[in-house]
C-alpha cells in the first residue's frame, strides 16, 4: 500500500531472544513438518522471510541431518542469525529474487507470518513455489480469513507524529483468494488452524503485539491494538 511503511519486524527480533523460547506457533509447525516427514534420513529445507533465524535454530535442533537455509531482506536480521544459529546457511535476500541461493530447489519451504505484509501476493506465491522440488512440501503461515473477505491494513498510533506515514503489515487475506491462487499451480494443499493453547499478555508499550482474551470461543483468543482478533492458520502446500 503506497505511503505505507513496516518497522516492526527488525526493533523485535533484533531486541528479543527466542532462540531456546519458540514461539508456540512455529512448535505448531514444526510439528506438522514433523509428521509429514518422518522416517526421512536427509533433506533441504528453506525459510523465506527467515528474520533473525529462531525457527531455523529449533528446525535444526530436531533434525540436524537436514541441510537449512535462510533468507531475509533485512540485513541485520540475518546478521543476528548468523551469530546465533549454527550449521546453517544465512542470506540477505528478497522474496522477489529469484532464485534463491544459487537455484537450489528445497525438499520443504517455509514462509512464517510473511504474506501480511504484502498488497500483491500472487507474485510472492509464484516466488516462494519456485524454490520447491516437485513432490516437496510448502508451509505458509499467517492470518488467512475463513470467510471471502479480503482487507488491505494500515495503521499508525494516535499518539505518534501525524506527519510520518502509516505503518503496514497486518493484511489479511481470505483462504478463498488463496485457494483460487494455488490451485492451477500446485498439487493439493491443506489448511491448519492453530489457536493459542495459554495466554498472552498485553504489552502496552507495543499494542501491536498480541495478546490473548477470553471469548465464548475459547480462553485465549488472539488480539492486538487495531482491536483484531484473528487465529493463525497453515497451508501445507503439495507441490
Known amino acids: 500500500m503506497k505511503n505505507a511503511v513496516r518497522r516492526a519486524d527488525e526493533s523485535v ?3 528479543e531472544n527466542r532462540y531456546v523460547k519458540p514461539k508456540e506457533s512455529q512448535n505448531f509447525i514444526i510439528s506438522l513438518f514433523e509428521k509429514s516427514f518422518k522416517g526421512r534420513l536427509s533433506g533441504s529445507v528453506l525459510d523465506i522471510g527467515c528474520a533473525a533465524g529462531e525457527f531455523l535454530y529449533n528446525l535444526k535442533k530436531r533434525f540436524p541431518q537436514y541441510d537449512c537455509y535462510g533468507i531475509d531482506v533485512v540485513e541485520s536480521l540475518v546478521e543476528k542469525a548468523r551469530k546465533n544459529v549454527a550449521n546453517v546457511n544465512f542470506k540477505a535476500h528478497s522474496v522477489f529474487d529469484i532464485p534463491y541461493c544459487d537455484g537450489k530447489k528445497f525438499d520443504a519451504v517455509f514462509c512464517l507470518g510473511v504474506l501480511s505484509i504484502f498488497d500483491d501476493i500472487e507474485s ?3 516466488c516462494i513455489l519456485s524454490s520447491a522440488k516437485k513432490g516437496s512440501l510448502v508451509y505458509i503461515s499467517g492470518i488467512f480469513n475463513p470467510e471471502p473477505v479480503d482487507a488491505l491494513i494500515v495503521y499508525r498510533n494516535s499518539t505518534a507524529d501525524p506527519n510520518k506515514p502509516w ?9 478463498q483468494t488463496i485457494n483460487a491462487l494455488l490451485d492451477p499451480m500446485v498439487r493439493d494443499y491443506t489448511w491448519y488452524r492453530h489457536k493459542m493453547p495459554f495466554s498472552l499478555p498485553k504489552q502496552t508499550d507495543d499494542l501491536m503485539r498480541s495478546w490473548t482474551i477470553k471469548t465464548e470461543e475459547g480462553p485465549f483468543q488472539r488480539i492486538n491494538g487495531i482491536g483484531l482478533l484473528y487465529d493463525m492458520w497453515v497451508v501445507e502446500i503439495e507441490v
Open 124 to 126: 510472492v506465491l509464484r
Open 13 to 15: 527480533y533484533l531486541a
Open 167 to 175: 505503518q503496514s503489515g497486518w493484511n489479511i487475506f481470505s483462504q
